[in-house]
């Protein structure tokens, strides 16, 4: 399984962002799909979940009501549109997948790309 983020960059707080990922190595339909982030010196936190069966989740934390995940079976691509930045948003963000279901955590989650940097300024 591979998994590769893209659409990072630097904006201004207020800004909106998308971010896409790419999966290959697995059959899509069968696997549910997060997006995690880790800003400096943090742990690296659930942001949303696009799970097998086409259910959403969202952190209540990390971007509730800014963000939202959508899904392309047929490209394998899972994106995370991101809007009204703030600078607290400023992260690497993470591709993941699971097979099956998936709880909201990344111990729940078995593989991962490599980050998309996010730097929100203010």
């Known amino acids: 399984v591979q998994l590769q983020a893209s659409g990072g960059g630097l904006v201004q707080a207020g800004d909106s962002l998308r971010l896409s990922c790419v999966a290959s190595?697995?059959?899509?339909?069968?696997?549910?799909m997060a997006w995690f982030r880790q800003a400096p010196g943090k742990e690296r936190e659930f942001v949303a979940q696009?799970?097998?069966?086409?259910?959403?989740?969202y952190s209540a934390d990390s971007g509730k009501g800014r963000f939202i995940i959508s899904g392309d079976n047929a490209k394998k691509t899972v994106d995370l549109r991101m809007d009204s930045l703030t600078p607290e948003d400023t992260a690497d963000y993470y591709c993941?997948?699971?097979?099956?279901?998936?709880?909201?955590?990344?111990?729940?989650?078995?593989?991962w790309g490599p980050g998309t940097l996010v730097t929100v300024s203010s």
């Open positions: 696009l799970t097998w069966n086409g259910g959403t989740m």
């Open positions: 190595g697995l059959t899509f339909d069968d696997y549910s």
């Open positions: 993941e997948a699971a097979k099956g279901c998936a709880a909201p955590h990344a111990e729940s989650y078995t593989y």
